[in-house]
Structures are given as C-alpha cells and as structure tokens.
C-alpha cells in the first residue's frame, strides 16, 4: 500500500511539471482515456475544418488548431454527404491508463479515398499514417475492412490528433478509439455479424437455386441474379469486397459501389417484371420497368468512366427510384387481383424503408444510428426472406389453379364423352365419304378434270385383259394439242389453260358415246382407250375428235383463239401379249408421225 502510495504521488507530480511547461496542453483541453475504458467515440470532442478546395497544408491546419480555428462537430454529426474537398478532425487525448500504452484509431466507414492521420506529441514530435481505400490493403495497422491507424500514446501526456479526410464518396468520419482487447470483441461481434447475414443469403440462393432446377421457372432465376448482385453490393458497402477481392485495387474499391448498386437494380427490377406477369397484366407498367433496366444498364457502363462524385449519388438516388417504381407496380397488379402480390409489395416495402435509411444517412439527412448504419442489410434479409416465401406461394397459387383447372376440365370431359363418341362415330363416316371422294381426286388432273396418267395405266391394264379374255380388240388413241407452246408464248399461260380445258371438256363430248376411257397424259397430250373398236372404228373416232376440236376456235375472255390436234392411233388385237408401256410406245410413235406429216391429222400405227 505503501509502494502504490509513493506511486501515486510520483504520477500527480509528473502531471503537475507536464502542465506547468506546456500550457497549450492544458488536460482541461484533452479527451481523458481512463482505465477500465476501451472504447471512446470521439465525435462529441472532435473539431473540424472544411477545406473546400483541398488546398490546405498540414501546417495551415496546425496553426488553425493552435488558434482555435477549428469548429466543433454540428449536433455531434460525423456525416456530412457528398461534400468536395477535403474535411480535417481534430481532437486532443490524453492517456490515463497506465496498462493501455497502445490504441487503435479506427475510421468506421469503409469507403473514404484517403484518411491521414497526423499524431503531435507533447516534444513537437510528428507522425504520419495514411490508409483509405486508395493506398493498398495491406497499408493498414490490422488487416479490417475499416481504415485504422495503430497509436502508442504515452502515459499521462496529451496528444494531438489530426484527421484528414478526402473521398469522392459518402463525406461519414465516425472515429473511434479502441484498446487491441476491445477492437478484437467489437470486430468479432461485427463480423458475426455479418457472417450470420451472407449465411441467411447464401441460404437462401441455394434453396432458390434447387428450385429454379428443378422447376425452371424465370422467376427464380432472376432471384438468384438479385440475390447475387445485392450481396455484391453489402460486399462492397461493407468494406469486404477491398479487404477479401481486390485489395490490391483502389480503382475496384471505388467503381464497383456504383456498378454493383446497377447490376442489383437491374435483377430485382427484372425480378419483379417476371414475377408479376406486368407484360400480360400491366403493360404500362412493364414499359415503365423495362425504362429503369435500360436506364441502369446505361448508368452501370457509365459509372466505369464517370468519377465517383457522380455515379455514386446519382446510384444511391436512383435505388429509391427504381424501388418505388415496383412498390407502384405491385400496388396496381395487387389491385389487379393478383394476390400473391401482397407479399411482394411486403418485401419492397421493408426494403425501401431500409434503403431509405442508408441513403439518407449517405447524404447527411440521418445521424448514424444502428438502424440507419445497418439499415439496407436489415431490409434487405426481410426482403429477400420475403420474396423467397412469395415465390413459394406463388407456386402453391400456380399449382391449386391448375389442380382446379385440370379437375373442372375432367368434369367437363366426363360429361361429353357420350357425345363426343357419337360425333366421332359421324366423323368416321364423314371421313370414309371424305376418303373415297379423295381417293377419286387424287385420280384425277387437277386442270382439266379427267383422270390423271397413273390411274389411266393401271385402268387400262385391266382393259387390255379384259380384252384377251372377250377375244376383242383395243384401241389406243394418243392425243397432242399442236403448237401449244406457241399458245402459252403469245396468250400467256392463263389462255393456255383455259385451251387445255376447252380441249378435254370437246374430247369427252366426243368419246361419251364409246364408253372410252379418257385421261390427260401431261402437258398438252391426252390419252384414250376405246374397248371393242378396230382399226376402221378407231380411225372414224379419232377423225370426229380431230373434227371437234378443229371446228371452231377456244374463247379465252376476248382472245379466240384456234386450236388443232394430231392423233395417233394403235389398235391392239386380241392376242396381243407384249407389254403395256411397248402399246403407248406404239401409239405415241403414230402420233410423232401424225406431226410430222403437218399436223391436224390422224396416223394409224401399222
């Protein structure tokens, strides 16, 4: 007792000669860093220059401090949103606790470009750290996703702090001062914390994930794009993103706020367009969303070259945007009847207010709160929790309508069968009389009417047995309209139709008497079987078709136009045993001749 006495006298000594010799000192000034304590918000001491053209020297910035030319903190707020220039912090500590020589100071907002620390002890002596996400990871004291500076302040002698900020992000300087033991708890809780959040995430996408495999459903798969991306972004916010990803590039820590917030955007405005059914419910209001995708689209590839002034504000506002234009959507489809809307709007809901939060804390309308400071990771769980149970139920919805459906509809079938066998049983009869009448057309030419070339030959061997067996003879007439070549090259094709009709339609007029069997061999050659005729029959027959169609001309509307024929005939005898295709051969041949003896004219095969 007596030794800590005789300490304790020593120690109010030492302080007394401290502040005897150094006035500008004095501890009444200085933020006291006692025992027992290990943790210190210094915002309610800190003063603060704004130096907004960034111009001021450390120096300039003593001098001011040393003048009382600093200017306490407004209300304690550390945030200031999106201000230019650079903000100095200054605060004077001294430190009573003789077990704690070692603290640590620790901006906690993870986005500031540049944070120097300037530390003046009581001998004039000055030191230097730097840190933000604009130097390289590894620059800071602990390896943290917040800036943080690692200071040894003597026992008993104030000490000068100097904070000098610069950022093109969110101006938030929340300076607090930790013993190693007190850091070591807090970022344990915090990345607890945290861990707890990407674990509910991670959760969740692989629980969607099976899902979107199993039912491939566009909704789920524009969930799990969201889900990504807005991890991304709290990634980022956070401060991992530098510490975990790219810690060796400033460029990234900066770039991807803006890119990450646009990519989230773009899913969760995809999401909901999906989700509920705008193209078919709500096309205005699909046009609306598909407005916003394009223009965060725009926004994301802009952000890669726009300074971080600009896209990081013109992001943060466009999140509320793009937020109540879906809460506006699902209100309007929700009005619409569409229920599992309500959970959608729910989710949205918790979201927005969220983003809300941080937002207006990033622009300096909020003072830092936990609500405020965690707002969008809070909103965002409830929402994504949210929307993973709307999906869900959206399912369940899908299914139970299409159960009713399908059960409505096997009422309906069941009701019908009786009828529905009946007209079947009509319809197969239809179908018989549509076959044969079919069947018959697909025998026939499609111009002239008469039977076509391949029905002829199998009709015409069964005349030629039939006339082996009656012992009487065939006759095979080859028809070939002359210079019809000349018709369709002159009158044009449509003429030379309507002379291939006029020709068949005065060719059957002539042969109706014989029972012949006529039919259009192609082109503008026709074929004729005429049973029981000789060679003087034959011949007589052949000379009224070649009369008929010589008598007057064809009428194709003004155009009269003449047409002739040349006739080959080849009549076969009873006996006759050679081949069908040698008996056309032979006709054909008669008929070449009868052409080539000029024409309108009729030969008879030897």
């Not at 906690?108 to 002596?125: F, K, M």
């Not at 459906?405 to 009828?419: C, P, W």
């Amino acid at each position: 007792m007596v030794a800590t006495r005789a300490g304790r006298h020593r120690l109010a000594a030492w302080l007394l000669m401290t502040w005897l010799l150094m006035p500008s000192l004095a501890l009444g000034q200085a933020v006291e860093l006692v025992a027992g304590v290990g943790t210190l918000r210094l915002s309610p001491q800190v003063r603060y220059h704004h130096d907004a053209m960034a111009v001021d020297r450390v120096e300039d910035v003593w001098r001011r401090v040393d003048g009382a030319g600093m200017t306490p903190l407004p209300g304690g707020n550390d945030t200031f949103g999106f201000q230019p220039g650079a903000f100095w912090f200054h605060v004077r500590v001294v430190n009573l606790d003789p077990q704690e020589p070692r603290w640590l100071l620790v901006q906690e907002y993870p986005l500031s470009d540049h944070v120097d620390l300037y530390v003046r002890h009581a001998d004039g002596r000055t030191l230097h750290h730097a840190g933000g996400d604009h130097r390289a990871f590894d620059a800071r004291s602990v390896r943290y996703r917040h800036p943080n500076m690692a200071l040894d302040l003597p026992l008993g002698t104030p000490v000068d702090l100097l904070v000098r900020v610069q950022s093109q992000s969110s101006m938030q300087v929340p300076l607090q001062l930790y013993t190693p033991k007190a850091f070591m708890e807090v970022s344990r809780d915090a990345q607890l914390a945290i861990g707890l959040y990407y674990g509910i995430m991670l959760a969740l996408f692989f629980y969607n994930l099976v899902l979107w495999l199993w039912l491939r459903d566009a909704s789920y798969f524009w969930y799990l794009c969201h889900v990504t991306a807005f991890g991304l972004v709290l990634f980022t916010l956070n401060g991992l993103g530098f510490e975990y990803l790219w810690p060796e590039s400033p460029w990234l820590a900066d770039h991807a706020v803006p890119i990450s917030i646009c990519l989230a955007l773009v899913a969760m405005l995809q999401f909901s367009r999906t989700f509920l059914e705008l193209p078919r419910r709500w096309p205005a209001g699909n046009r609306m969303l598909l407005a916003l995708i394009a223009f965060f689209v725009l926004l994301g590839l802009a952000s890669v070259w726009l300074p971080l002034r600009i896209s990081t504000p013109v992001a943060s506002r466009a999140v509320l945007v793009g937020v109540i234009g879906i809460v506006v959507a699902t209100v309007v489809v929700l009005r619409r009847g569409y229920t599992p809307a309500k959970l959608l709007l729910l989710a949205w809901s918790m979201f927005l207010l969220g983003t809300a939060a941080f937002t207006l804390l990033a622009f300096g309308l909020l003072p830092k709160t936990f609500i405020t400071e965690h707002g969008v990771q809070i909103g965002s769980a409830l929402e994504m929790l949210l929307l993973s149970i709307a999906l869900g139920h959206r399912y369940a919805a899908l299914r139970n309508e299409n159960q009713r459906i399908s059960a409505e509809t096997n009422q309906r079938l069941e009701g019908k069968v009786a009828q529905r066998t009946q007209e079947v049983r009509s319809a197969l009869m239809q179908l018989e009389e549509a076959h044969a009448r079919l069947r018959d057309s697909s025998r026939r030419d499609g111009l002239t009417g008469l039977y076509n070339r391949s029905w002829f030959h199998e009709a015409f061997a069964t005349l030629a047995e039939e006339a082996r067996a009656g012992d009487t003879p065939l006759a095979l007439m080859m028809i070939d309209l002359d210079h019809f070549k000349s018709i369709n090259d002159r009158h044009g094709h449509v003429a030379g139709d309507d002379c291939l009709r006029w020709a068949a339609h005065r060719i059957g007029r002539c042969l109706r008497p014989y029972d012949a069997l006529l039919a259009r061999f192609g082109g503008e050659e026709f074929v004729a079987a005429l049973p029981g005729q000789g060679h003087e029959g034959a011949l007589a027959v052949a000379e009224a078709v070649r009369r008929a169609l010589n008598a007057e001309p064809c009428v194709s509307g003004a155009l009269r136009i003449p047409v002739t024929a040349s006739i080959g005939v080849h009549v076969l005898p009873p006996t006759h045993a050679g081949g069908i295709e040698a008996a056309f051969a032979v006709a054909d041949r008669a008929m070449y001749a009868a052409k080539h003896n000029g024409r309108d004219c009729v030969e008879l095969a030897p």
